[in-house]
């Protein structure tokens, strides 16, 4: 069964945060000033279980989704991860990426290969070290998450795409040095508008390079002209370069909102389902495994909450909205 809701946008996309802890805290999602080293985490207890998550998986897969991509926090400081990859790659059909920092690429590349897993997102907001110590308060180079980017493409995690947040008077002239980095290398570099994700990163408008301007930069120096989505809900728009040094992404949530394509769920650590990344509350899946929930009351649960689905936020935002309480990415995942 493939659910859409009035808005014509079927279920086909789903992320799940597999734990609520990470190695970096950026601009984008946990600001240090909020998240500091003694923040309180998550009790294990309250995580779903490799066995919940997969179950949850089951469900979603039979009421249409097509890709899983495990997020976090960082995903790969979750214990034997390979082991819920393995779990869920045995779902039929599924197409299983992750998304990460990339520092911990190196060790685990290849067992999350041999697990099952098809692809990973790497986040990289800068070339340089100095730069992006300002996005991210990290305790690893860039030259780490190189390394990272270049043993996931060795182990047959390919290709593989590197998100750039884009925040104007931060990175923003890390643009062309990324996009020279990474032309010609084979991976998809994907720049991304900085968004007002959650309530604690301190997002204004003026802070946002749009997607038209990231373009220009890098088209003045390394031409690019548009190519044709994979698919309809494909968050990025894809230009290609001309000289045949292969393509980037453009992800413009701010300026050229794709609500009404939108074919992508979220659950949390704990279980709970949002519609959208920027949604104020959710609905605890949890409970229902917890409290003997059958596989068909699952499945309606998840169906029941998709069709009801209105979310529209990036259509209507204003400075308003942009004020209003939301779920916080390091909670949602990306």
């Known amino acids: 069964m493939q659910l859409q809701d009035t808005l014509n946008r079927p279920l086909r996309d789903l992320r799940i ?40 998986a089951r469900s979603f897969v039979a009421n249409g989704v097509e890709k899983i991509r495990l997020t976090g926090g960082e995903p790969l400081l979750r214990r034997d991860i390979e082991r819920l990859v393995a779990m869920l790659a045995e779902i039929p059909g599924l197409d299983l990426t992750l998304t990460t920092n990339g520092a911990l690429l190196p060790q685990k590349a290849q067992a999350l290969r041999d697990a099952g897993l098809k692809r990973v997102t790497v986040s990289l907001d800068a070339a340089d070290d100095a730069t992006f110590q300002a996005m991210n308060d990290v305790d690893f180079p860039v030259a780490k998450v190189l390394e990272g980017i270049e043993a996931a493409a060795a182990a047959g995690l390919a290709p593989v795409k590197v998100n750039m947040v884009v ?116 609905t605890d899946l949890r409970a229902l495994l917890r409290g003997g929930a059958t596989d068909g009351e699952l499945d309606a649960a998840v169906a029941g909450v998709w069709r009801a689905r209105t979310d529209r936020y990036s259509d209507i935002r204003s400075e308003g909205t942009a004020r209003l309480p939301k779920v916080e990415m390091s909670y949602i995942g990306g």
């Open 17 to 56: 945060s597999v734990t609520d802890r990470c190695n970096f805290r950026c601009v984008y999602c946990m600001p240090k000033t909020v998240f500091g080293r003694d923040y309180p985490f998550l009790e294990r207890k309250d995580l779903l279980s490799f066995e919940e998550i997969t179950r949850l």
């Open 167 to 282: 925040k104007k008077g931060v990175n923003d002239a890390s643009i062309l040095p990324m996009a020279r980095l990474f032309h010609g290398s084979g991976h998809i570099l994907r720049f991304i508008e900085y968004m007002d994700v959650g309530a604690t990163n301190g997002w204004r408008l003026d802070d946002v390079v749009p997607a038209a301007e990231i373009v220009r930069r890098i088209t003045a120096e390394l031409p690019l002209e548009p190519a044709d989505a994979n698919y309809r809900g494909e968050t990025a728009r894809r230009w290609r370069y001309t000289d045949g040094g292969g393509e980037i992404g453009v992800i413009a949530s701010v300026t050229q909102a794709f609500c009404s394509d939108c074919t992508r769920a979220r659950i949390s650590a704990e279980g709970k389902l949002f519609t959208c990344l920027f949604a104020t509350q959710g």
